[in-house]
């Protein structure tokens, strides 16, 4: 295991997380507060240096909630696309780790 993998992963993530504030229309709203939630497990999950398998299902689950949501009062349809190719990105990058 590579930790500098995960360490710099995390970073990247907790870049989007602070990315994603400023995409948020209504901070307030159940899905906002989702998103958050599941951003934070991400960072939480890299942190404690968990199997990438593991930490790809939750992007990938992340990744498909961004597909099919069209609630535009939350965030912009643009938005949404950014953090669905970023999430895709996510992926690729922790099917490149070495313990994989």
């Given amino acids: 295991m590579n930790r500098g993998q995960y360490d710099g992963l995390r970073k ?14 209504d901070h307030s709203h159940p899905d906002a507060r989702r998103f958050k939630d599941a951003f ?5 999950n890299l942190q404690s240096y ?22 535009t009062n939350v965030i912009s349809q643009h938005d949404i696309n950014t953090l669905e190719n ?15």
């Fill in 50 to 71: 968990k199997n990438p398998r593991s930490i790809e299902k939750d992007a990938k689950r992340l990744e498909n909630t961004f597909k099919g949501y069209g609630n």
């Fill in 12 to 25: 990247d993530v907790k870049k989007l997380e602070f990315q994603l504030k400023d995409m948020l229309d």
């Fill in 86 to 100: 970023r999430m895709q990105n996510i992926c690729m990058q922790l099917r490149k780790f070495d313990n994989y």
């Fill in 40 to 44: 934070r497990k991400l960072e939480d």
